[in-house]
């Protein structure tokens, strides 16, 4: 009803573009979150958004594109912005700035799997610390 009400409501749109997505339209989603993102190009909620959209679908070019022109990493940013750095970093490769990444979401929610998976899977597998988090 509220986004009835505001259909250009940056954050309620990335929320319901996220909606869309769980529920298979990742179509819908995309062309509801880049029309959201052009109006909002320095929102970094409506940018996470727009690079789940993408790691979903592994649109990777589109993935890749659109995380190169991202702000550099805030701390404060949202966490699923950092996470999709994350997966880009494991994408080229880079497990140091992954794990950084990873470590940063750990820390603010600890018993999140998906962030646990993450930084399990830039650990080395041979150190204490990777049979630890196992």
Not at 11 to 37: E, F, M, Q, T, W
Not at 42 to 65: K, M, N, W
Not at 82 to 103: I, K, N, P, S, W
Not at 105 to 112: C, E, G, Q, W
């Amino acid at each position: 009803q509220f986004l009835e009400e505001d259909p250009d409501h940056p954050h309620l749109a990335a929320a319901h573009a996220r909606y869309l997505l769980s529920a298979g339209k990742p179509v819908d989603a995309v062309k509801l979150i880049d029309r959201i993102l052009a109006a909002n190009p320095t929102d970094p909620g409506v940018l996470a958004v727009a690079l789940e959209c993408r790691f979903e679908q592994q649109v990777l070019d589109d993935f890749t594109a659109l995380l190169s022109a991202a702000p550099a990493f805030d701390p404060g940013e949202p966490w699923l912005l950092t996470q999709m750095r994350a997966e880009g970093a494991v994408r080229v490769g880079d497990r140091v700035l992954a794990r950084r990444y990873f470590e940063h979401l750990t820390i603010a929610d600890p018993s999140n799997p998906l962030y646990l998976q993450g930084l399990a899977g830039v650990l080395l597998t041979d150190s204490e610390e990777s049979a630890a988090m196992r």
